[in-house]
T-cell receptor, first 115, second 115 residues
Framework: AQTVTQSQPEMSVQEAETVTLSCTYDTSESDYYLFWYKQPPSRQMILVIRQEAYKQQNATENRFSVNFQKAAKSFSLKISDSQLGDAAMYFCAYSGSNTGNQFYFGTGTSLTVIP | DGGITQSPKYLFRKEGQNVTLSCEQNLNHDAMYWYRQDPGQGLRLIYYSQIVNDFQKGDIAEGYSVSREKKESFPLTVTSAQKNPTAFYLC??????????????FGSGTQLSVL
């Protein structure tokens, strides 16, 4: 099974500041996808951003961007201009073409936004 | 609107009782998944199904059973053999064979507790 590691159980950021959440993964595949999902207190899982491994360009979605380092198997999420609504659990996830269509999740990072 | 509906939102199980969690989707997705979420452990895969009348065990299938008689429905039964069923259960689906839209869509979850 693939492994996804989030080494920061908790993070905090001042409102309007920038924060980076870390994620590393282990795989022998060359074709795969990486995701960041957000889970607010409602517990609804929301896709934040997605990266295809074959694309060299880092994905961006408004204030959210990733730093994808394929050789290092690293996939960090940067949140710019943090807002109170960004407070949530953030999960990193992996899906590979040879892993039976399974998605593997990290243990999550709880982000607190300080007013 | 298309989406995934999980019911009930809260469920209580008595000792020795089987309970069934409902998951229905109208997204016309082929693949469906059940995840269990415990605090600090992220999402763990229980079962998944890529096509009607077929399903595979995930990492923690013991004490659970599923069926996939219709494309839209993927119910999960928590049997009396599952000794620690208290958790948040998430159902998800994805389009099969699409590389441009690879992602999981989630329901709003069911919180199961033991009386």
């Amino acid at each position: 099974a693939q492994t996804v590691t989030q080494s920061q159980p908790e993070m905090s950021v001042q409102e309007a500041e920038t924060v980076t959440l870390s994620c590393t993964y282990d795989t022998s595949e060359s074709d795969y996808y990486l995701f960041w999902y957000k889970q607010p207190p409602s517990r609804q899982m929301i896709l934040v951003i997605r990266q295809e491994a074959y694309k060299q360009q880092n994905a961006t979605e408004n204030r959210f961007s990733v730093n994808f380092q394929k050789a290092a198997k690293s996939f960090s999420l940067k949140i710019s201009d943090s807002q109170l609504g960004d407070a949530a659990m953030y999960f990193c996830a992996y899906s590979g073409s040879n892993t039976g269509n399974q998605f593997y999740f990290g243990t999550g990072t709880s982000l607190t936004v300080i007013p | 609107d298309g989406g995934i509906t999980q019911s009930p939102k809260y469920l209580f199980r008595k000792e020795g009782q089987n309970v069934t969690l409902s998951c229905e989707q109208n997204l016309n997705h082929d693949a469906m998944y059940w995840y269990r979420q415990d605090p600090g452990q992220g999402l763990r895969l229980i079962y998944y199904s890529q096509i009607v009348n077929d399903f595979q065990k995930g990492d923690i299938a013991e004490g659970y059973s599923v069926s996939r008689e219709k494309k839209e429905s993927f119910p999960l039964t928590v049997t009396s053999a599952q000794k620690n069923p208290t958790a948040f259960y998430l159902c998800a689906s994805r389009i099969s064979g699409s590389t441009t839209n690879e992602k999981l869509f989630f329901g709003s979850g069911t919180q199961l507790s033991v009386l």
